[in-house]
């Protein structure tokens, strides 16, 4: 995996900002991303993702800040004559072209001899596996067809930077994962920079080898996909690429005393805390095993639910006082000695828990 | 029963018929009628009343001002009303249905009110003289908003996300217009187009009140019903039936309209 502040830098955006009317949908973004890496940006709808897009690809203009590509301003040139290319969320196929006229529309633009155009357009057709596919017409193709020549359509450009605008989320589950695996193929082939905009972590997990969570028109955190998930900044990024338990208390001299009666020494400033337990870090322990091993966490308490997902079982865990928690990825073996109701003891280890006080 | 009903329905639909196109066949037919009278019996076929029209310099003169009007205005109508229905689909439906509706106005009054202001406007205000540039204007008036109506129509099931995919691809607005927009809105301007010279073709009260001297078919047509009911004034309608038919035909055949 690539370091996040990268020596080679295709893109680097620069106090990004777009206000529309009264609302600020971009605020203040910094970003490089190194040359060849596959970006996700994952945050919940209406949280500026796509417009943010739409600047890199000169679809809309900012309203502050610098956009540079390749070490070049772009800032303020139009789409058609910037090195990137878009795959949108609804295609925008030509309607009245056939799959040829559509792959080959930007380079007979671009005014490129013929033989080369049609010897790009059946690279990039091969590449999407849509060879023979030639001469039909675009509303004679299924969704995942269609989805697959406008991914063709922008890579025959052999743009700097793909940017994919939710392009798999009108495909229904079976078809987005076989895309998702291509995506991937057709990333290492091509050896592109990719940035991909979805609402969806698993999409953004599956896809990105770097993930920038964005809230509200902000980057909340950017960083390796791994990385965001184990070490949230905040408590809105614990929560949106994942589960989370968030256990609150107060921490005074550097020992931390959490509402649900724990206490242990953590080093930090002082006052209120907010700290972040994935589900699946703590482990039940049955039989009164001994749970007081070093550096973890142990607490007592009540199962009072029990979801069997299959490979694995999820409980809520009632600490009392009103205090509960969420315990995932309990093997199968387990599920017949966890009865509901059963008192039992769990624990974590310290360096599980992540401080997002704000 | 039933089949009372069947014979009643169908009497009814053939006399809607008949007395719909019964004054066209008439016209047709007594174009090529050779008496002088309207009237039966018919007293053989004849090509005179043709001939007296293509022999009259009043009558080229008319036809030479009807296209000369008609012509400019479908033109004109056309482009500015596709520009003005792009420009409404980039704004919001509460604004361009208010603006839409505006410009809707002439097509609403009474002809008459719209002549007589015009006349007042270009004699008074702007000291454009009367005559086919002054028709022009008033057929504009008429059939731009119908063209602006016709397209916005289209544009409304227009997919805009390909106009971006093209510019995104290395089109200039104006490549993106005509690579994508216009190949798909085509059909619907030719049609808007079609519309604009049928109606300034047999528009007649702007027409007069416009011209100032000189005719136009419809004020020729006018001219010669008041001082003689000859049936040349059959062949013009004929003429007319053949040319607005013959056009309609060969731009649905262009536009590859089916259905």
């Known amino acids: 995996m690539r370091g996040f502040e990268s020596e080679d830098p295709i893109l680097r955006l620069a106090g990004l900002g777009k206000r529309f009317g009264h609302a600020d949908v971009v605020k203040d973004i910094e970003l490089t991303i190194p040359r060849g890496s596959f970006t996700a940006i994952l945050g919940p709808s209406g949280c500026g993702k796509s417009t943010l897009l739409r600047m890199i690809g000169g679809l809309t203009l900012p309203t502050s800040g610098r956009i540079e590509i390749d070490g070049e301003d772009v800032t303020y040139t139009p789409p058609q004559k910037r090195p990137t290319n878009t795959v949108f969320q609804s295609h925008g196929l030509f309607a009245h072209m056939s799959v040829h006229e559509n792959v080959a ?173 994935r589900p699946e870090a703590a482990r039940l322990h049955t039989a009164g095993a001994d ?47 966890i009865a509901v109701g059963s008192r039992v003891s769990a624990s974590w280890p310290k360096s599980a828990l992540v401080d997002v006080t704000p | 029963m039933r089949q009372f009903r069947a014979l009643l329905w169908f009497a009814v639909i053939a006399m809607l018929v008949l007395f719909m196109l019964g004054p066209l066949a008439i016209v047709v037919v007594f174009s090529f009628n050779s008496g002088a009278l309207v009237s039966l019996p018919l007293t053989g076929f004849s090509l005179d009343w043709y001939r007296e029209l293509f022999s009259s310099d009043e009558f080229w003169a008319a036809f030479r001002n009807s296209l000369a009007v008609a012509v400019p205005t479908a033109l004109l109508a056309t482009v500015t009303g596709t520009m003005t229905a792009l420009a409404l689909t980039r704004k919001s439906a509460s604004a361009s249905v208010p603006l839409l509706t505006a410009l809707s106005v002439p097509i609403m009054i009474p002809p008459l009110v719209v002549a007589i202001g015009l006349v007042v406007l ?71 187009a079609l519309l604009a010279f049928a109606i300034s073709l047999d528009e007649f009260i702007i027409t007069i009140f416009t011209i100032g001297s000189g005719n136009t078919l419809s004020t020729f047509v006018w001219g010669k019903m008041r001082t003689s009911l000859d049936p040349s004034i059959n062949a013009i309608a004929t003429l007319l039936l053949v040319v607005t038919i013959g056009s309609t035909a060969i731009a649905l055949r262009m536009t590859r309209y089916r259905g």
């Open chain 2, 122 to 192: 270009y004699v008074r205000w702007l000291s454009i003289p009367l005559g086919i540039g002054a028709v022009i204007g008033g057929h504009l008036l008429l059939t731009q908003p119908l063209v602006a109506l016709v397209v916005s129509a289209r544009m409304a099931s227009f997919d805009r996300v390909a106009l971006e995919a093209a510019r995104d691809l290395g089109a200039t607005p104006w490549q993106a217009f005509r690579y994508v927009t216009l190949p798909q809105i085509r059909a619907a301007l030719v049609g808007a």
């Open chain 1, 291 to 337: 749970s007081r091993e070093d550096g973890r966490i142990s607490v007592e308490g009540v199962i009072k639910e029990v979801v069997d997902l299959g490979p694995f079982a999820q409980c809520r865990f009632d600490l009392g006082g009103g205090h509960h928690i969420e315990i995932s990825g309990i093997p199968r073996t387990m599920i017949g000695e």
């Open chain 1, 105 to 277: 529309f930007g380079l007979s633009l671009a005014g490129r001899p013929r033989e080369e155009i049609s010897d790009r357009v059946a690279d990039a057709l091969k590449l999407v596996r849509l060879s023979g596919f030639e001469g039909r017409t675009v509303d004679r193709l299924s969704g995942g067809q269609q989805q697959r020549v406008a991914l063709a359509r922008a890579l025959v450009m052999r743009p700097k930077i793909l940017l994919l605008d939710e392009p798999l989320s009108a495909l229904d589950l079976k078809l987005r994962q076989a895309m998702q695996e291509e995506l991937r193929a057709i990333h290492l082939d091509t050896g592109g920079t990719f940035i991909f905009v979805t609402h969806d972590q698993a999409e953004a997990f599956a896809l990105g080898d770097r993930l920038i969570v964005m809230n509200q028109g902000r980057i909340e955190q950017a960083g390796p996909p791994g990385e965001v998930y184990a070490r949230p900044r905040s408590r809105f990024a614990a929560e949106f690429v994942g589960d989370a338990n968030f256990l609150t208390g107060k921490r005074n001299n550097g020992r931390v005393a959490l509402d649900i009666g724990v206490q242990f020494d953590l080093p930090g400033p002082d006052g209120m805390l907010n700290l972040m337990l």
